[in-house]
């Protein structure tokens, strides 16, 4: 399966006022696409070109592959910047050998 078909569902790990801590489940993902892999927030051109507000908060955010003891892959998205807006938009850039992807999240934060 390409990987532009496996990156899902998105889950908040933090509340209002703390730094970003999301997860981006990779249902599955070859060892070869896991090698080239480069994730990241995309460009503020990238996200004014399809309509979503870059937050504050995205400023400087890192993407990273992780897997669980489990063995299931998942996209980790952290940053240092609180996040203050109860509605974030996060516009996700993948390139690997087998292509590109940009996918578009909307994040409900918690207050804490």
Known sequence: MP???LCRAIAMRSALGEPLRAEI???QISAEEAA???AAVASRDTFRGIGVDYAPALSGARVS???RASG???LHLTSDQPVHEPIL??????HWAGGRIVRHYTLLVDPL
């Open 25 to 27: 489940e990779v249902p």
């Open 36 to 38: 080239s892999l480069q």
């Open 72 to 74: 299931q892959a998942y």
């Open 65 to 67: 592959l992780h897997r």
């Open 89 to 94: 938009g996060v516009v996700i850039e993948a």
């Open 3 to 5: 990987l532009c078909r």
